[in-house]
């Protein structure tokens, strides 16, 4: 009897840990499944992240060309207002002494004129 009760007591025993070892096989898989969902989701989330800092570095590089275009543009026009105040200058200077002397040239413009001329 004796016997038998040790022998039963070890086949309880492995039993016992048989069921352990499953029960660690199961939660390992339990654990990597979570972490493999984890690591798609993260990898799902890393792919919108990508997407985003391409639109924006797509938008950023298109708003640097339209500075760049603008301040082309500025220059320009800052070159043609510099033409034309010049050319008004020249033609100016151009009128003869004998006419800036005279009552018509020195008389006040119309208010219409001189609102017209302020826009």
Same mark, same amino acid.
């Given at each position: ?14 039993v ?5 070892v499953?029960?660690? *096989?199961f939660?390992?898989?339990s ?7 984890k *690591? ?26 339209d ?12 070159k ?13 200077k ?16 119309p208010?219409?004129?001189?609102e017209?001329?302020?826009k």
């Amino acid at each position: 009897m004796i016997g038998k009760s040790i022998g039963d007591g070890l086949t309880k025993l492995f039993v016992m840990c048989c069921f352990g070892v499953v029960i660690v *096989i199961f939660a390992l898989g339990s654990w990597i499944y979570y972490q493999s969902n984890k *690591i798609d989701s993260l990898n799902t989330e890393i792919e919108t992240y990508l997407k985003t800092i391409s639109t924006q570095s797509n938008t950023i590089t298109q708003l640097k060309a339209d500075v760049e275009h603008n301040r082309q543009l500025t220059l320009e026009l800052s070159k043609a207002e510099s033409d034309a105040r010049s050319k008004t200058n020249e033609i100016i200077k151009s009128i003869p002494k004998q006419i800036k002397d005279s009552e018509a040239f020195n008389a006040d413009a119309p208010n219409g004129v001189i609102e017209f001329l302020r826009k």
